[in-house]
Structures are given as C-alpha cells and as structure tokens.
C-alpha cells in the first residue's frame, strides 16, 4: 500500500467513525508532509466515493454517510480558507454550481477553492441552482467562466435545459463553459448532451489546465 493510500484508509475510517478532529489532523499532516493538495483532494474524493460504496450496500446508514459528508464539508473549508486571499479583484472571474436538481456540491467547493488559488475571483452560486436565475447573474456579474458539476444521470435533463440557454449567448462575450461530476464518470456519453468548451474528469485535470492558462487568468475582464 502505498503512503498516500494509508493517508486515504486512515482519512476514511475517521469518516466513518464521525472523528472529525482526527480527519481534519490526517489531512492537515498530509499537506505539511509535502502532498500536493491535487493529492489531498484526491483522497478526500475517494473516500467519499468509498463512503458512497458502503451507504450503497447497506454496510453504512444514512446518519453515517451524513457524518462523513459534513466532516469532509468541515474539513474543505478549513483548508479553503487561506486560498481566499490569493484571487486578484482585477482577474478572471468564476461562477461555480451545481446544476438545478443536484444537491451534491463537494466537488464544486473543490473547484472553487482550486480557482481561488490561480487567482481567479469566485462566485459561488450553490447547490440545486435555478436554471431561469443564472444567465441574468452571469451577465450582471460580467462571468468569464462557468463551472458546473452534475452528479447524477438524473440531472442531465436541467444540463440539457441549462445547455440551450448558453448556447443562444453571444460567441464573442459567452463565457467559457466547463463541466464536471461524477454522472459523466459513470457514463461518458452524456457529454453528447450538453452544450460545453471542457470538461475535466478530476480535479487534478482541471488543474493541469489551469496552469496551461495562467496568462489567460491574469487578463483583466474588459
Ligand atoms: C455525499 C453524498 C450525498 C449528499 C450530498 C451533500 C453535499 N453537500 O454534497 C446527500 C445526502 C445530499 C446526497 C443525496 C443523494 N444522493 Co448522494 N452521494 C453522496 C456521495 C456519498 C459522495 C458525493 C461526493 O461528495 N463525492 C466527492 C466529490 C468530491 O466527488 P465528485 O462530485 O465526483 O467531484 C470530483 C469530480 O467528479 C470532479 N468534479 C465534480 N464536479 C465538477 C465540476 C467541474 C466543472 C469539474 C471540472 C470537475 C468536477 O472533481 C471532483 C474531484 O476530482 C456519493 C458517492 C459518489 N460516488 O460520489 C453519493 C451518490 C452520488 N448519491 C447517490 C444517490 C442515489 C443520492 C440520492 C438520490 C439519495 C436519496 N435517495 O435521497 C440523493 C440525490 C440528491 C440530489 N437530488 O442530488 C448515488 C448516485 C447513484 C447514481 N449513479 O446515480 C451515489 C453515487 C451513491 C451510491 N453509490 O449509490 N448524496
């Protein structure tokens, strides 16, 4: 077993066991250990994969996969927020959701976060977020880039509607649409679906972007 797969099994069983200071201890000790936060990301997302397995085959409850949801919450805010200080007033600016009907939103914090730390200012609309709200918010706000997740097959229908409105946008001063979430990992043909520039499978793809970008984040929005 490799270190970093240690740090995910003892990250897991604290989820599991509702210890949350000692879930917050593992990770913060595994960033000061010199993993990259890509790295930490990674094995959080694992794990809640794994506490999804478990919920999945009656192996854990609901109150279980509750607790690991609110101490992996807990823990991504913690480690967010010395990222909020790196975004420049002046840079590229983020709108980031989950698509109307999902509830699922740990990844979109994630992503935010990672956005954070290129310094891109972020726009956080939340979870389950009304398609017939956004356009008007992303032209007010003068959003550079759109950022969306979609976690079931279920809420690829609110894609598709969310998809044709993006679309009508004007191709010179749209913003760049991105999406994500674990629906696409469990059938990747549903990408077919939805009007996008990029999709990145992890957060660790995305990130390879964005430092492929970083003239492009710097450029001040007109
Ligand atoms: C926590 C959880 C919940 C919580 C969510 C709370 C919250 N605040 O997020 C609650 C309890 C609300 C919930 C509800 C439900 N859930 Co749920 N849930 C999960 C669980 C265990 C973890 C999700 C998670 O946070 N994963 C960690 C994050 C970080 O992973 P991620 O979102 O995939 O993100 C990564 C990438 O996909 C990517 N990414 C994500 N978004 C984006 C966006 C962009 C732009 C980019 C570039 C990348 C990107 O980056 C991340 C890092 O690499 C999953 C298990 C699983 N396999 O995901 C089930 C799971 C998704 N849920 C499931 C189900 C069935 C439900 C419910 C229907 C249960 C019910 N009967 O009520 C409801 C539906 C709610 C709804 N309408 O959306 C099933 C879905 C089955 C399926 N394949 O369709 C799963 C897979 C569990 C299982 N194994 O059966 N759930």
């Known amino acids: 077993m490799s270190?970093?797969?240690?740090?995910?099994?003892?990250?897991?069983?604290a989820l599991l066991n509702g210890h949350t200071r000692e879930a917050y201890d593992i990770i913060k000790e595994a960033l000061s250990?010199?993993?990259s936060l890509i790295d930490v990301y990674t094995?959080?997302?694992?794990a809640m994969y794994s506490t999804g397995d478990l919920w999945e085959t009656n192996d854990i409850s609901i109150v279980q996969e509750h607790v690991a949801t609110a101490i992996t919450q807990f823990v991504l805010t913690q480690i967010s927020a010395e990222s909020v200080k790196s975004f420049q007033m002046d840079s590229k600016k983020a709108a980031v959701?989950?698509?109307?009907?999902?509830?699922?939103?740990?990844?979109?914090?994630?992503i935010k976060n990672l956005f954070n730390i290129y310094q891109m200012q972020t726009f956080e609309f939340?979870?389950?977020?009304p398609n017939s709200d956004l356009i008007e918010r992303i032209q007010a706000l003068n959003i550079d880039v759109v950022a969306y997740s979609v976690t079931m097959?279920?809420?690829?229908?609110?894609?598709?509607?969310?998809?044709?409105?993006?679309?009508?946008l004007d191709p010179e001063t749209r913003p760049i649409v991105?999406?994500?979430?674990?629906?696409?990992?469990?059938?990747?043909t549903l990408l077919k679906q939805v009007f996008?520039?990029?999709?990145?499978k992890t957060i660790k793809d995305l990130s390879g972007w964005l430092e492929e970008g970083k003239e492009f984040i710097k450029h001040t929005t007109a």
């Not at 270190?3 to 069983?13: G, H």
């Not at 094995?43 to 694992?46: A, F, G, L, P, Q």
């Not at 959701?97 to 994630?110: A, D, R």
Request: proline fraction near 1%; aromatic fraction near 14%; include cysteine.
């Open 43 to 46: 094995v959080i997302t694992d």
């Open 196 to 200: 996008y520039d990029h999709y990145f």
């Open 178 to 188: 991105i999406v994500g979430g674990y629906a696409f990992h469990c059938d990747e």
């Open 3 to 13: 270190a970093l797969e240690v740090v995910r099994e003892k990250y897991t069983n």
């Open 97 to 110: 959701f989950s698509v109307e009907s999902n509830t699922h939103y740990l990844g979109i914090q994630m």
């Open 153 to 168: 097959t279920e809420h690829i229908d609110k894609a598709v509607e969310l998809s044709e409105t993006l679309k009508m």
């Open 126 to 129: 939340g979870p389950n977020v």
């Open 33 to 35: 250990n010199q993993y």
